[in-house]
Nanobody, 127 residues
């Protein structure tokens, strides 16, 4: 079992920044990668970014490349998503999740390959 607590969401103006955190606990040796997803009202949940636990390789969906940065602090068992230059289209509930599949380069595990999920944190970008 793995428990995830995601946090850091809030209301921010367009062009602003937020940093989301995903703190993991439990049987962490199962984890190959941690990913971030988001779900806007009326839309399907989409993958945003992921980071490999073994080699630190990352993946970003095209819409966030150059604006979002995923990182990890192994000592704290925490993964971060630094979000800059936020746009109204980034408004969504953001979820972190763990997977035993590989993540990195051009590969992002499918949604059904993720085992454990955080409760979600709301990000609202509005003036």
């Amino acid at each position: 079992q793995v428990q995830l607590v995601d946090s850091g969401g809030g209301l921010v103006q367009p062009g602003g920044s937020l940093t989301l955190s995903c703190a993991a606990s439990g049987f962490l040796s199962e984890i190959s990668a941690i990913g971030w997803f988001r779900q806007a009202p009326g839309k399907e949940r989409e993958g945003v970014s992921c980071i490999s636990s073994s080699d630190g390789k990352t993946y970003y969906v095209d819409s966030v490349k150059g604006r979002f940065t995923i990182s990890r602090d192994n000592a704290k068992n925490t993964v971060y998503l630094q979000m800059n230059s936020l746009k109204p289209g980034d408004t969504a509930v953001y979820y972190c999740a763990t997977t035993r599949a590989y993540c990195g380069g051009s590969y992002f595990p499918r949604r059904n390959e993720y085992d454990y999920w955080g409760q979600g944190t709301q990000v609202t970008v509005s003036s």
